[in-house]
C-alpha cells in the first residue's frame, strides 16, 4: 500500500513539473556561446622589422581598416586564376589574431599588374580550405601603407568593395598615354601608305587601259 502510494507521488510530482515547464538542474542546457572575435591583425613582410601588430584595443579604426581588406576571403568563392608570379609584386602575409592564436591567414599583393591581389592558402589555422586568388579591394595598399608597411602613398584611393581590382593584367605601357598617342599616329602612318599604295595601283591600271584604247583608236 505504502509502495503504491509512493509511486503515485512520484507520478504526480512528475506531472506538475512537466506541466510547469521546470526542468530539474541536471538536465539545464547553457546557451552556445557566441563565437570569439579578431583581436589583432598581424603584416609579416620583407621590410625593416619584419612584423607589424595592429590590436584592436589599441588601434581601433586602423585595426578594422586593415580587417576589412582580408575578412570577406574566409567565405568567398576564388574570382580568378594564379597570375604570372612576375607581375604579382611584393607579398606580404596577413594573419587574423584571436587573442593572440593565430584564426586566419591570406597573402596579400598590392602592387600586382592589372590591380591588387590575394590569395587564400588551402592550410588555414583552423583546419583546410579551398585555396584560391581573388581580386583585392583597391584600398588594399593604403591599408597596409598605413599600418606601417613601407608602400608608396596612393591619397586618391577612398573605397575599395570586395574584389576592387581592375580584373585584367594591364602593362605599364598600356596605361602610358605618350606612348598610346605614337601607336596611333604610328596606325594612322601606315593606314595613308596603303591608301596611296591602293590609289598609285588605280591610277596605273586607268593609265594602262588609257594606252591601249588609244593604241587600238
Do not use: C, H
Not at 597570375?83 to 609584386?89: D, F, I, M
Amino acid at each position: 500500500m505504502i509502495t503504491r502510494l509512493l509511486a503515485a507521488t512520484g507520478v504526480l510530482a512528475a506531472g506538475v513539473v512537466l506541466s510547469a515547464g521546470l526542468v530539474p538542474p541536471g538536465g539545464a542546457q547553457a546557451a552556445p556561446k557566441a563565437p570569439a572575435k579578431p583581436t589583432a591583425v598581424q603584416i609579416a613582410g620583407k621590410f625593416p622589422g619584419g612584423t607589424i601588430t595592429v590590436q584592436q584595443s589599441e588601434r581601433p579604426d586602423l585595426f578594422k581598416r586593415l580587417l576589412s581588406e582580408v575578412s570577406w576571403l574566409a567565405t568567398t568563392a576564388p574570382t580568378t586564376s594564379k597570375p604570372e608570379a612576375k607581375k604579382l609584386g611584393a607579398k606580404f602575409t596577413v594573419t587574423v589574431l584571436i587573442k593572440d592564436k593565430a584564426n586566419q591567414t591570406y597573402e596579400l599583393y598590392p602592387d600586382a599588374a592589372g590591380g591588387p591581389r590575394a590569395y587564400r592558402p588551402e592550410k588555414q589555422p583552423t583546419g583546410k580550405k579551398t585555396a584560391g586568388w581573388f581580386y583585392g579591394r583597391l584600398t588594399m595598399s593604403e591599408s597596409l601603407r598605413l599600418s606601417g608597411v613601407p608602400l608608396k602613398e596612393k591619397p586618391d584611393v577612398v573605397s575599395g568593395g570586395i574584389g576592387g581590382g581592375v580584373g585584367e593584367d594591364v602593362e605599364a605601357s598600356e596605361l602610358d598615354p605618350v606612348e598610346g598617342v605614337s601607336d596611333v599616329l604610328a596606325d594612322m602612318r601606315r593606314l595613308l601608305l596603303l591608301n596611296g599604295a591602293v590609289l598609285l595601283t588605280i591610277l596605273l591600271g586607268l593609265g594602262g587601259i588609257a594606252y591601249l584604247i588609244r593604241r587600238r583608236v
